[in-house]
């Protein structure tokens, strides 16, 4: 017997298999009655299927809780079904699980599996704004970057060559870090499909010295590397949430040299950052735009489990402010970097995390809002 569920304006689970991965056709249009029909497949297994009034195309549309426990399944990026490649794909969760370029507390190599587990609580709609990002984009998870743990130089080239192949396809990436080092070679991959990009960088380090300890790869270098490369359009170059002790009187002097506008954490005390989105959209113009997130931007009250931690810093509120600031850009690529678990007692750090990734797919070209 099939038994038919009706509800108005409001887009639900279909789980068509016991791993509860699902292919969905959704309109592009207004919300529409959706029916759902369950009927049992013969397996012991209940399948549910909907049909929308239009036809549409084809989406990824991850399991609702109200039918599917959040325990259950395999631990993808917001419960969505895992890829082998970008193929198909608008948009990407791809893990780059590295910790070898930290210069204090490690552990960002799990940063990407954990992130992924406390993702089990995001739900399909952006309440606040309205997207809806799997009516939108074909999304998927396609794991993690083949990493090397013992080579810091070999996981760049390998992240690089990863990431040449996703944007190939077309497919925009949206990355779990890993510390903040994979900038580097992901904006390698980006400037050779985009050509030179802007860039909001939100971060409590400008994360431009030269050299450090000998070495000119790490988390504290990638943004040098990339001007030195010609990765940056420098004059679309935004850097927010800066602070802390440095090893010069003004450590953000070199970026101001390059043409980057500086945004000190002091300067967003106590403020909406609403103001401010609306000078880096100016800024930025319609060009390709890379956004890079070091969850550090954050007050350590906030996201403790990560591993150069400062003082005095943003709100999750603010943080909300900047990405949804970034609605109407022409994005290209997005990371989410530095959660490290270890140091993540509570999980709000990843689980931080895992919204603020929801919230850049929901601020990509193409999306829908209701």
């Not at 010609?230 to 850097?239: A, E, M, N, T």
């Not at 953000?252 to 103001?275: D, M, T």
């Not at 989410?336 to 678990?341: D, G, M, N, R």
Request: glycine share 10%; charged share 20%; hydrophobic share 40%.
């Amino acid at each position: 017997m099939l038994s038919t569920l009706k509800q108005s304006n409001k887009l639900l689970l279909n789980v068509l298999d016991h791993r509860f991965c699902s292919k969905t056709c959704v309109s592009r249009g207004s919300a529409l009655t959706t029916t759902y029909l369950s009927q049992n497949d013969g397996r012991g297994q209940v399948q549910i299927t909907f049909s929308r009034g239009m036809a549409g195309r084809s989406y990824n549309v991850p399991p609702s809780a109200e039918f599917v426990a959040r325990v259950s399944g395999i631990a993808t990026m917001g419960k969505l079904p895992y890829r082998e490649t970008a193929e198909g794909l608008d948009a990407a969760f791809v893990g780059v699980p590295i910790d070898t370029g930290t210069s204090n507390r490690p552990g960002t190599r799990f940063g990407p599996r954990q992130i992924r587990a406390e993702s089990a609580l995001l739900r399909a709609y952006n309440s606040g704004t309205r997207a809806a990002p799997y009516e939108s984009l074909v999304v998927a998870d396609i794991g993690d970057v083949n990493v090397n743990v013992y080579d810091l130089k070999d996981t760049c080239k390998r992240i690089r060559e990863a990431f040449h192949k996703i944007l190939a396809t077309g497919c925009i990436p949206l990355t779990m870090g890993g510390d903040h080092t994979i900038a580097y070679p992901i904006l390698q991959a980006v400037a050779a499909k985009h050509g030179p990009v802007g860039l909001i960088h939100v971060d409590a380090h400008a994360d431009t010295s030269d050299v450090v300890l000998g070495e000119k790869i790490g988390h504290g270098t990638p943004f040098r590397r990339c001007v030195e490369e010609g990765l940056l359009d420098c004059k679309r170059v935004i850097q927010i949430g800066l602070r802390g002790t440095g090893y010069s009187p003004d450590a953000y002097e070199w970026s101001r040299a390059q043409g980057f506008r500086v945004v000190q954490a002091e300067e967003c005390w106590h403020k909406s950052l609403v103001p401010l989105m609306a000078e880096v959209r100016a800024q930025v113009g319609s060009g390709p735009v890379y956004l890079s997130f070091d969850i550090d931007a954050l007050d350590p009250a906030y996201a403790p489990g990560t591993g150069t931690p400062e003082i005095a810093g943003l709100t999750p509120i603010q943080a909300l402010e900047i990405i949804r600031g970034c609605r109407g850009l022409n994005l290209v690529g997005c990371d989410l970097v530095e959660v490290s678990p270890p140091y993540d007692t509570t999980g709000n750090t990843a689980l931080t995390a895992a919204n603020l990734l929801f919230e850049m797919m929901c601020v990509l070209p193409k999306i829908k809002y209701y």
